[in-house]
């Protein structure tokens, strides 16, 4: 079984303002990784006080876990199944593209966008997959596994980071 979490734990300084409700937020998300066939989706806070934010099932950071890329090794030992990484900014995710991605990579991996690059944060991770755990960054932690092209779906593999980001032509029709 694959477990869903729904990476939501910043506020986004970059972005200006929480990334988890924008577009549909992270309920958007939920509602697709669920029509793609996932069973169970845990959102992945941050801080305790951000969990009133959120419904379903929700965790928070462990105590003393610092960074991503301890969090990542801590999630697969914790929910002791396979995991499918989303940032709460997958604002162009669908259905079809996750389950391109999961038939598309059986034994885990990482997808590439539509220019072609790695995205980490979208990482499909079957249980019992290895990770290089003294990684100092998702990129090290996740360097062994396979890159998955996701064609025709690699814009849904996106990140946004920044207001200017915003531009991207499949944004510009949906509303915030």
Do not use: Y
């Not at 990482?123 to 396979?146: F, I």
């Amino acid at each position: 079984m694959t477990v869903a979490i729904i990476l939501a734990g910043g506020t986004s300084r970059r972005m200006e303002e929480d990334k988890a409700t924008m577009f549909g937020g992270v309920k958007r998300l939920q509602q697709c990784l669920h029509d793609a066939g996932i069973e169970r989706c845990i959102v992945l806070c941050g801080k305790e006080e951000r969990m009133s934010l959120f419904e379903g099932e929700i965790m928070s950071d462990p105590p003393g876990v610092e960074g991503l890329h301890r969090i990542i090794p801590w999630l697969l030992e914790t929910v002791n199944e396979g995991i499918l990484l989303v940032p709460c900014d997958a604002f162009l995710l669908t259905k079809e593209a996750v389950q391109t991605l999961l038939q598309a990579a059986p034994n885990g991996g990482i997808p590439l966008d539509e220019a072609g690059r790695r995205q980490p944060l979208f990482a499909h991770l079957p249980h019992g997959t290895a990770l290089k755990r003294n990684g100092q960054s998702v990129r090290e932690l996740m360097r062994g596994l396979d890159s998955i092209d996701v064609h025709p779906h690699g814009s849904a593999f996106s990140n946004f980071n920044r207001p200017a980001d915003l531009q991207h032509p499949q944004l510009k029709h949906r509303p915030r």
